[in-house]
């Protein structure tokens, strides 16, 4: 159950009231339709905050019963209340704010027949004015009632989905268009007959009744037109083509793929932009492809490197090295074919280091072994070096030293 304020009923249909002056100049209105029960009203969703269950554009319906609109307690809340020009801000009317919204009174609040009849007395020159001019002549309660979420059938057969109870006036207010429409209006004594004061234009699958207010009628039936025009229109897409107005969703769609085919294509782009073939490139390539042929061939002489790429002559020289202790303790149980490019690459730099530090050197085997043979001939003469010597003559960093 929650409170609504500011509801304003009633259907259309001249309303007759009396107008007259009173000594001060003020504007005496008696015998104003201010609402009518029973009656079903429609409202949009947003109109009552909080309302669960309906999309905020969604049309409700609800039901003002007769029972509950003339309640003596009902009637009696609308006796002496404040006559506003439109509805003040939160549709309340109070003691900070009743100065700047009041322009008269409303009083003698009773029923006929379906009706709540009530009169008026409006103090506010510029309000009388706008009243005189037709202006200001529509009626609209402000009140606080409660809205039940209750479907149900009215008594005309009008089904709806919640009604009305409770309700406890706070204010009347003038309007130049209120959803009472003609019904709930200041008249006069004897009202002119109009002709066919009750012109309906459709927005959006939604009548609504705008009174004799031609202009506005134009602009909204050129409003509708507009939107009736763009629901046909036809947006192609490619080599597809769609109507706006049904076909969103395919619509969507399509654009969805292109977007993603559009980041795809840059990905690609950005692929092909990182991997192209730079002179500076092509220059690092074939220095590293130099390296690698000079280690691959002082590794393994007999390798085949012509129209070999280097990955494919560092599996080679590791196949050929399958008996090292270093394949093994780096590659373990995988075999050659089924290393990664990684771990191939891993064992070649080993390798490669390990080959700089255990090459042979003939020079210095050379003077080794001829200073191995000036020992043994000292030896031979029966004398015996010193240790010194002896580990000194075995050092092949030294053995130039002895030529």
């Given at each position: 159950?929650?409170?609504?304020?500011?509801?304003?009923?009633?259907?259309?249909?001249?309303?007759?009231?009396?107008?007259?002056?009173?000594?001060?100049?003020?504007?005496?209105?008696?015998?104003?339709?201010?609402?009518?029960?029973?009656?079903?009203?429609?409202?949009?969703?947003?109109?009552?905050?909080?309302?669960?269950?309906?999309?905020?554009?969604?049309?409700?319906?609800?039901?003002?019963?007769?029972?509950e609109l003339f309640k003596p307690e009902s009637i009696s809340s609308f006796q002496d209340v404040d006559l506003t020009d439109y509805h003040p801000p939160k549709n309340e009317i109070n003691a900070s704010n009743w100065k700047e919204y009041h322009i008269g009174y409303c009083e003698n609040?009773?029923?006929?027949?379906?009706?709540?009849?009530?009169?008026?007395?409006?103090?506010?020159?510029?309000?009388?004015?706008?009243?005189?001019?037709?202006?200001?002549?529509?009626?609209?309660?402000?009140?606080?009632?409660?809205?039940?979420?209750?479907?149900?059938?009215?008594?005309?057969?009008?089904?709806?989905?919640?009604?009305?109870?409770?309700?406890?006036?706070?204010?009347?207010?003038?309007?130049?268009?209120?959803?009472?429409?003609?019904?709930?209006?200041?008249?006069?004594?004897?009202?002119?007959?109009?002709?066919?004061?009750?012109?309906?234009?459709?927005?959006?699958?939604?009548?609504?009744?705008?009174?004799?207010?031609?202009?506005?009628?134009?602009a909204l039936k050129l409003q509708q037109q507009q939107l009736e025009n763009l629901k046909a229109a036809k947006l192609k897409v490619g080599d597809k083509q769609f109507a706006i107005g049904d076909e969103l969703p395919a619509v969507q769609a399509v654009v969805d793929t292109l977007q993603?085919?559009?980041?795809?294509?840059?990905?690609?782009?950005?692929?092909?932009?990182?991997?192209?073939?730079?002179?500076?490139?092509?220059?690092?390539?074939?220095?590293?492809?130099?390296?690698?042929?000079?280690?691959?061939?002082?590794?393994?002489?007999?390798?085949?490197?012509?129209?070999?790429?280097?990955?494919?002559?560092?599996?080679?020289?590791?196949?050929?090295?399958?008996?090292?202790?270093?394949?093994?303790?780096?590659?373990?149980?995988?075999?050659?074919?089924?290393?990664?490019?990684?771990?191939?690459?891993?064992?070649?730099?080993?390798?490669?280091?390990?080959?700089?530090?255990?090459?042979?050197?003939?020079?210095?085997?050379?003077?080794?072994?001829?200073?191995?043979?000036?020992?043994?001939?000292?030896?031979?003469?029966?004398?015996?070096?010193?240790?010194?010597?002896?580990?000194?003559?075995?050092?092949?960093?030294?053995?130039?030293?002895?030529?």
């Open positions: 159950m929650k409170i609504i304020y500011h509801i304003k009923i009633g259907d259309f249909a001249p309303s007759e009231s009396s107008r007259s002056f009173t000594q001060e100049g003020y504007l005496k209105c008696v015998n104003v339709r201010l609402a009518k029960a029973p009656q079903v009203r429609q409202y949009y969703a947003y109109e009552f905050p909080s309302l669960e269950g309906y999309t905020p554009d969604q049309v409700i319906n609800v039901y003002t019963p007769a029972d609040v009773r029923q006929e027949g379906e009706y709540l009849i009530g009169d008026l007395l409006i103090k506010d020159k510029t309000s009388i004015d706008l009243i005189q001019s037709n202006e200001r002549v529509e009626m609209s309660l402000g009140y606080a009632a409660n809205l039940v979420l209750e479907p149900g059938v009215a008594e005309d057969g009008t089904p709806y989905q919640a009604k009305f109870i409770n309700f406890y006036g706070n204010h009347v207010a003038l309007l130049k268009y209120g959803r009472c429409g003609g019904d709930c209006r200041i008249g006069d004594q004897k009202p002119t007959p109009q002709e066919e004061n009750t012109m309906e234009v459709i927005v959006n699958g939604i009548r609504f009744d705008i009174g004799d207010n031609k202009p506005l009628a134009d993603t085919e559009n980041a795809q294509l840059k990905q690609k782009v950005g692929d092909l932009e990182k991997n192209q073939m730079t002179p500076e490139k092509m220059e690092q390539a074939a220095a590293e492809r130099a390296t690698v042929i000079a280690d691959a061939k002082a590794l393994v002489p007999t390798v085949k490197t012509d129209g070999c790429s280097c990955e494919q002559i560092k599996r080679d020289v590791i196949a050929a090295k399958a008996g090292d202790a270093l394949v093994g303790a780096v590659l373990g149980s995988v075999s050659v074919g089924d290393a990664k490019p990684e771990q191939i690459d891993t064992v070649f730099r080993a390798l490669s280091a390990v080959k700089g530090k255990i090459a042979s050197n003939p020079v210095g085997d050379e003077l080794d072994h001829q200073q191995r043979q000036n020992i043994g001939d000292q030896d031979g003469q029966g004398g015996q070096g010193n240790n010194n010597q002896q580990q000194q003559a075995y050092s092949k960093a030294d053995a130039y030293k002895t030529i």
